[in-house]
């Protein structure tokens, strides 16, 4: 059924409606950017993955003053416990040693000529939690949201390597018009086409593969050729022909090579002779 001249709303509806999902392939986070995620991304790991300092300071157990027995510094593991009373230099982001009642700021605190941190600890304790962030198994990225870099990013902090995405939409593009020229100014009743150097940027932000993008003359035969040479694409946009003047022939066109139109015209302004067809 044919809708004419339907709420924008409601075309976009039927536009979802008429189509199947595209094919899920599994990509590495490099090429996932502006692809659609086909599946929810989850957590593989607790975020932080372990109690972490969230200062640069000494992990101190215990009440000060504390020895200083050493130091951990991001992606090392202190490899004992403290006992009480001691302390290890710690940069931000490291592990805080098993046995560690908080960190020590080193804005906070000072290492005496004996060796021995001093200082006050802040009620905080300014220890990050395992976890703090996410758990392990939470829903991280919904599916069906586009993978931006920071969605890329929190994916790889969660563990993840590759991602379950939807195949770009491949695309052909038509341009339609004899009055367009494709380079120059204005000239003897001509105009430049502003559409055909745009849309491809345009197409590349929505996750749109555009193989081809032709030039087509303004006639049922030409159009018809188009269409019916379109093969292997998911879907066709033109820049033009979609009205009802002497030389607008995708009507016509769409029905002579066995399509037929799910939206005939769009209840909005600018953009009203929008046209929506499909193909078996």
């Known amino acids: 059924?044919?809708?004419?001249?339907?709420?924008?709303?409601?075309?976009?509806?039927?536009?979802?409606?008429?189509?199947?999902?595209?094919?899920?392939?599994?990509?590495?986070?490099?090429?996932?950017?502006?692809?659609?995620?086909?599946?929810?991304?989850?957590?593989?790991?607790?975020?932080?993955?372990?109690?972490?300092?969230?200062?640069?300071?000494?992990?101190?157990?215990?009440?000060?003053?504390?020895?200083?027995?050493?130091?951990?510094?991001?992606?090392?593991?202190?490899?004992?416990?403290?006992?009480?009373?001691?302390?290890?230099?710690?940069?931000?982001?490291?592990?805080?040693?098993?046995?560690?009642?908080?960190?020590?700021?080193?804005?906070?605190?000072?290492?005496?000529?004996?060796?021995?941190?001093?200082?006050?600890?802040?009620?905080?304790?300014?220890?990050?939690?395992?976890?703090?962030?996410?758990?392990?198994g939470d829903v991280l990225i919904p599916r069906g949201v586009v993978l931006t870099p920071a969605r890329i990013g929190l994916a790889a902090a969660a563990g993840h390597d590759t991602l379950a995405v939807r195949r770009r939409t491949i695309a052909r593009l038509l341009i339609l018009g004899d009055e367009l020229l494709s380079e120059g100014p204005a000239r003897h009743g001509q105009v430049r086409d502003s559409l055909g150097p745009q849309l491809p940027g345009w197409f590349d932000r929505l996750g749109v593969d555009l193989r081809e993008s032709i030039r087509v003359e303004d006639t049922l035969s030409a159009l018809s050729t188009a269409l019916d040479e379109a093969q292997g694409v998911d879907i066709v946009f033109t820049t033009g022909g979609t009205a009802a003047g002497p030389v607008d022939h995708l009507h016509a066109a769409i029905a002579a090579t066995g399509g037929s139109l799910i939206v005939d015209t769009v209840a909005c302004r600018p953009g009203h002779p929008m046209l929506l067809g499909a193909w078996p």
Not at 31 to 37: G, I, K, L, N, T
Not at 107 to 121: M, N, T, Y
């Open 1 to 136: 059924m044919t809708l004419v001249e339907p709420s924008w709303h409601d075309a976009r509806q039927a536009a979802y409606a008429c189509v199947a999902s595209l094919p899920i392939e599994r990509v590495s986070l490099i090429d996932a950017h502006a692809r659609v995620a086909a599946e929810p991304v989850t957590a593989l790991t607790p975020l932080p993955p372990m109690p972490i300092s969230a200062m640069d300071g000494w992990a101190v157990s215990g009440e000060g003053p504390w020895v200083v027995v050493g130091q951990v510094l991001a992606g090392r593991v202190w490899p004992t416990p403290l006992a009480p009373g001691q302390a290890v230099l710690i940069a931000t982001g490291a592990a805080v040693p098993a046995g560690c009642d908080g960190v020590l700021r080193s804005e906070d605190g000072l290492v005496d000529s004996l060796g021995f941190a001093r200082g006050r600890l802040r009620e905080s304790g300014d220890i990050r939690p395992a976890g703090e962030e996410a758990r392990e």
